[in-house]
């Protein structure tokens, strides 16, 4: 949102349009993809997670339209980020669209977009291995954005991040941990956890195995992102469907989209 240091990464299952004249989408009006072009599309969209929200689709809907509707133009990461960006500044607390920069560019991304950085990584990290629990609570982003935030020390926010940025580029597994605590910590105390959250939390970390574990998207409320000993995957990942149940959508660190977003016969 500030632009800080950032890390994120693309995954599978990816959501898929599909021009078909017989059939219209419509996008929701209030959605950036809406506020872009509000016309309808002939086609389908595939929404892979079948509802379970949390994973990108509105930012994939705005990438979708920007693209139909500027084919002629060559269509470069950091044009597309500038529009999204100038289409929601009065919108609040503008969203850093980190998101769509990922979907994108595709695999692990860092970024500094106070100084428009974008990089592509690799997960350095052997003894490390990391799966994302859909928990079907999503809290629609454009929402949560249009509230007050002044609880969230920024100063914090930045430092912590930096830490979290230069360990991941370097590889520095023991380094990588203690700032992302740092950083859920702070979000805790800037009351920016939902409740189920953070018992979804407890419960996981129970798992001697756990290493950390962390909400994802608006209020944490989205997925919840657990990072925990690779040797040791098949345990957790047997005793997180325990927890979960039959109530989540499950993304492991196998399921990296490394190429991106593409696009065919515009």
Known sequence: MRGMPTISVAVKP???????????????PDSPAGL???????????DPYQGWGGMGLSTAEFVM?????NQEQKIETLTVWQAYRKLLANNGNVPSGVDLIT??????????????????????????GWCLALTGNKLKTHEHLKSDLSDLNWSEVDAINSEIDLSFKNNRENEFIKPLKGWRDLLQKSRLETSLTTELIAQIQKDKNVIFAKGCGAMGSDAIWILFDSNEQSSVIDKLKYIFKEKSFFIYDSDVAYNGMTWENL
Request: aromatic share 14%.
């Open 36 to 46: 872009l072009n509000p016309h309808q599309l002939q086609g389908t969209l595939t």
């Open 14 to 28: 990816e959501f898929l349009f599909q021009s078909n004249l017989n059939q219209r989408f419509q996008f929701h």
């Open 65 to 69: 339209n920007y693209v139909m509707t």
């Open 103 to 128: 979907q994108l560019e595709g695999g692990y991304v860092t970024t500094q977009m106070s100084s428009q950085l974008i990089a592509k990584q690799t997960w350095g990290f052997q003894n490390l």
